[in-house]
């Protein structure tokens, strides 16, 4: 099965306020993978979730030590039927504009990188 034309995105998302959320990408497109890094000049930790995500709540990414990295395979990962992934082989993964990150302490930033089906 081939997967088409895929599109590779790499951003980083500042986060300037702890406590306030924000979108990384408002973008209706389906990822098929994507990667959130935080900085290692980070002074606190970056949390990814979706738009409940907060300054105590999501995946935390804490600088500058090993587990500063999540990777997702949004189409494989969760099985089919999570995240939007189909069982009939068809694109399926998270929309885009699910994603947001938030912060423990003010100005910290997260790197993502993005590809697109």
């Not at 999540?70 to 494989?76: A, E, K, S, Y």
């Amino acid at each position: 099965m081939g997967y088409g034309t895929m599109l590779f995105d790499a951003r980083t998302i500042d986060i300037p306020t702890a406590g306030t959320r924000v979108q990384v990408l408002n973008d209706p497109r389906r990822v098929r993978w994507i990667r959130f890094t935080a900085r290692a000049a980070n002074t606190g930790a970056v949390f990814v979730g979706d738009s409940n995500v907060s300054s105590s709540r999501g995946r935390a990414l804490y600088p500058p030590v090993t587990a500063n990295t999540m990777g997702l395979n949004t189409t494989t990962e969760y099985g089919p039927g999570m995240f939007g992934s189909r069982v009939d082989g068809a694109p399926g993964g998270i929309v885009m504009s699910t994603f947001y990150v938030d912060t423990a302490t003010n100005g910290n930033d997260v790197d993502v990188e993005i590809l697109f089906e």
